[in-house]
Every structure is written in C-alpha cells, then in structure tokens.
C-alpha cells in the first residue's frame, strides 16, 4: 500500500522546499528574530538563537518569563506547580556549561517550559489532578520528559488537567480551573488545557501533551494553539511509559495513547517533534527513529481531500464557513481538492473506536470494581444508554481480537485513501470553544451547535478518526468567530507523514485567515 510523503502548499508559481529533520532539530537559519523587551511573546526557535548567540543568558530568559507568569497565570490557572529555584538552577547550569564548552547540550538549551502534569517529573510534584496523588512525588522522570531534560529544557513547572484525564475541560479538586485565554466563560479544552493556554500565552515556548481522545488537539482548537498528534503504530513514535494514567508504577498504556508537541508555529512543531520521536530512553542503544522528510512538488499537482461537514457530526454555520474558506484558498493557490471521498465510515470508525478506549481504560479497575461491570455487563439490556460502554469495558479477548482486525482493516482504508490523497483536511471540532461547564453534573452536560443541544462529547468526534488507527493529525489555527473566539482545522496524514503534515499546514496557514490575537500576550 502506498504511503506517499504528504505534498507541500505553497503558491502555484514553481515549487517549494520544505526543510527536513536537520532543520526541524534546531539547525538551519532562524528567520525570527525574539522580542528582546517581552521574549515570551516570540517562538521558541528565536529565543534559542538569542540564547545561542549570547543575546540573553538561559537565567535572564527564566526570569523574564517567571515574570510575565506572575502576571497572567493568576487570572488563567493554567501552571498549577511553580519550581522557580529549580528552573533558576537549571538554566544557571545551561548558562555554565555554555560558557566552558561554547556548545549546547541539545535543541532546547536553555529553553524554559512547562509540562503536562500528567507527566511524571523527577522531584516535582505530579499529580495529573486527583486528590489520591496529591503529594506524588516522582523518584524518576517520564521517558519524554528525560528527552526534553536531555535536550538542554529547563521544566519551570507543570500545567493543569482534568482529574486523571478524563474530562473535554480541564478542572480538578486539587488546582480548579484553568480559563480559556480569550473569555472565562469558555472552556480551555481537556485534558492538555493548562498546556494549551500556557503556550497560547506565552508562559511556555512548548509543551508537550497526550492524546487519547482529543486530549491533546481540542484543547489546541479552543485556545489558538498548534498541535499534533503524531503517528502510532505498534509502538508510538514517541514514548509514553510515566504518562499518567494509568496509575504511577505502570510500564503499559492505552495502544491508542500518543504524546506531541503544543506551540505557536509550524517551526516549533517541528523543532519539538525533532526532541521526542524517539525511542524509548532504555531502547535507543538498539535503534533509532528517522521520520521521512517533507517532499518537493508542484502545488498543482497536490490533491487535498476535503470533509467539511457530515450528518453523522454536523458543524455550525461558522464552521462550515471557513471550511469553504480553506477549500477557497487551496483552489487559488492551485491545488486540486476532493470534496467528495471519504476514507472511511464516519459512524462505524467512531463506535470502534468508542470500544477499543472503554476496552482499555478497564485495565486499572480493581478487581470487585470490574466483577460489578461484568455483573452489570451480563444484565443489560441491548439499547440501554450504557451497554455500549459495559460491554465493552469487560469484552473477551476473543471480542477485543476481532475489534482489533476490524481497526486494522480502517487503517488499510486510510492508506488506500492516502495512496490518491496527500491530506485529507477537516473540522477540528463541531464549534469554536464551548461554555465552561466543569461545575455542571456530567450527565447534564451539552453543547449547542446552531441552536440544536447535542451531545457534550461531540466536541472529538471529528478528532477521534485518526485517532482510532495512529495516524498523525494536526490542529492549525485559523480565523475567528463572531465573538472572537479562534477556530481551527484538522489535518490528517499518511502514517509516519508526521513531519510532511506540519511542512503543509506551514505553508497552508499562510493563506488562510490569521487567529486571533491572545490578550494575554500584549501583557
């Protein structure tokens, strides 16, 4: 089956060269030039070459950006845990070995970030939200995060989650909530909300975040973030062992998890991604992972599938408005869409996908809690609300085997799909970011699309199609509502396209509308 390196959007005069992963890993010239009187307001590949080039010490840029922490984050909640002296002796450390050695120790020297607290992180307290690790202290790092420590970050502290993870906004009994950057009145998205608005406003140059169900990329969609989530196979591209949940001490997690970088720009993506597509600190004595670099092509002779809406899933009137807009703009720049071919069955590849997460989300109940499901499994009746959710939970082997095959039959669809198709391009969500509802009981929980209440999990549908079979899926900002909220699309691509994607949504974003602007970063 073919699985083509995606093409590039750029102008339909010529071609365009998109950098491959030398580039993506900090080399290269750096066009942004960082704002020496707010550095957090520029990207993370500008405040590198500051650093780099001795324009601001690593300790200079952390104080700076502890600053500007103190004066948006009370008003945001998005990093829960401060550890100033230990960020202060970690750049002061990065500053120190720069100075002896004149080289840097990786991609990110000096770079100060935060982390998902879902992450466990050595000697900073790790919660992922809930009140049964709220003094969890991590004797060890997770494997991403030593790849970030390994590539010269400094960690300043972690950002908000849900409880667990287990929610489309971030809130908890521990830290409360974390704000959408734009109003309070919306929700920042879940599970990576406090990642999401942390870079959104500059508190973070990157972060990285999970996704199993969207976790990573609707929170992305609601604050104006880029994001993606990167391709999953057998293994993941990058490692998730410390990734709470499940609980601490586990080696295993679900086989849909992913982990990826949040950012403000195609470049950082990019920059991020080239840090932690990476084995397993454990396995990397043995192998490598070498992503394939973006291709050379004409624009004309690209073809962009295009969903721009669906009865399964229906989008509001804004939404299928600036789907209009994209398809629009790839016409214009010369490239050839699709508007009509699907890969695959919207409401099939959801309900599988649907059984497969409450399929491995039972592995940490405790055994009287997974006899009661089973109990409860055995006696309800087929069209109950929750009979999808028990069957699945407690399914056979046998069951869980052919749901597999049936998941590895879509991903031989997709690439089918992708043999013809260079992206396919969708809603990133039926709606910009949603009323906060974190002190509404779930089952009232909704939203509203075009006046009509549909159900509050909705908000993933579309994001969920690649998360089923691993495929990279990328969040690109872009335009803005009525009340000014950011919008977004979803970009998917060919298995192992991780850096070909980011290459497209670069030059796609640059044709399409501009997001809006973040209060916070004028601050």
Not at 204 to 215: F, K, N, Q
């Amino acid at each position: 089956m073919k699985r083509r390196a995606l093409l590039a959007v750029a102008t339909a005069l010529g071609t365009v060269s998109l950098p491959g992963a030398a580039n993506a890993a900090g080399g290269g010239k750096i066009k942004d030039v960082m704002d020496s009187t707010a550095p957090y307001r520029s990207s993370a590949r500008a405040q590198l070459a500051a650093l780099r080039r001795g324009r601001i010490s690593a300790r200079d840029l952390v104080e700076r950006v502890l600053a500007h922490h103190a004066a948006v984050n009370p008003g945001l909640n998005a990093v829960v845990t401060l550890d100033a002296a230990a960020a202060r002796a970690a750049a002061d450390r990065a500053d120190a070995h720069r100075a002896a050695t004149g080289r840097s120790l990786g991609a990110l020297h000096g770079l100060p970030i935060t982390v998902k607290d879902a992450f466990e992180t050595q000697g900073m307290l790790t919660t992922c939200g809930s009140p049964d690790l709220s003094g969890h202290v991590p004797a060890a790092d997770a494997d991403v995060v030593t790849l970030l420590r390994r590539a010269g970050a400094v960690i300043v502290g972690k950002s908000n989650v849900p409880a667990m993870c287990q929610d489309l906004q971030t809130a908890n009994p521990l830290f409360g909530k974390t704000s959408n950057p734009f109003s309070p009145e919306y929700t920042a998205g879940g599970s990576s909300g406090g990642a999401a608005v942390a870079v959104a406003t500059g508190m973070s140059a990157l972060e990285i975040g999970s996704d199993l169900a969207g976790s990573l990329r609707l929170p992305a969609a609601y604050c104006g973030a880029w994001a993606l989530r990167t391709s999953r196979g057998a293994v993941p591209i990058v490692p998730v062992r410390g990734h709470i949940p499940r609980p601490p001490g586990w080696l295993t997690s679900s086989d849909m998890l992913t982990v990826g970088p949040v950012a403000r720009s195609a470049d950082d993506l990019d920059l991020l991604l080239g840090v932690i597509a990476a084995p397993a600190p454990a396995d990397a004595d043995a192998w490598t992972i070498s992503l394939p670099a973006p291709a050379k092509v004409r624009l004309g002779r690209c073809r962009v599938g295009v969903w721009a809406d669906d009865e399964f899933c229906r989008v509001d009137a804004e939404t299928r408005d600036l789907m209009s807009q994209v398809v629009a703009a790839l016409r214009a720049a010369g490239a050839e869409t699709d508007e009509s071919t699907r890969p695959v069955d919207f409401a099939r590849s959801t309900t599988l996908f649907e059984r497969l997460m409450y399929a491995t989300s039972s592995a940490t109940a405790s055994e009287k809690a997974f006899a009661d499901e089973v109990k409860a499994a055995s006696l309800v009746a087929d069209d109950a609300p929750a009979a999808r959710y028990l069957r699945s939970r407690t399914m056979s082997h046998r069951d869980w085997a052919i749901a597999d095959e049936e998941r590895q039959k879509y991903r031989s669809a997709w690439a089918d799909y992708f043999g013809s198709h260079d992206v396919l391009i969708t809603p990133a969500t039926p709606t910009a970011a949603v009323l906060d509802q974190s002190s509404v009981p779930a089952p009232n929980r909704y939203i509203t699309v075009d006046g009509v209440r549909r159900s509050f999990y909705d908000q993933t549908t579309w994001l969920n199609l690649a998360s089923l079979v691993g495929l990279p899926a990328l969040v690109l900002p872009t335009g803005k509502t009525s009340r000014g909220l950011p919008m977004a699309i979803q970009i998917i691509g060919p298995y192992l396209a991780d850096r070909s994607l980011i290459a497209f949504a670069r030059a796609l974003g640059k044709v399409l509308p501009e997001p809006p602007k973040v209060p916070a970063m004028s601050q």
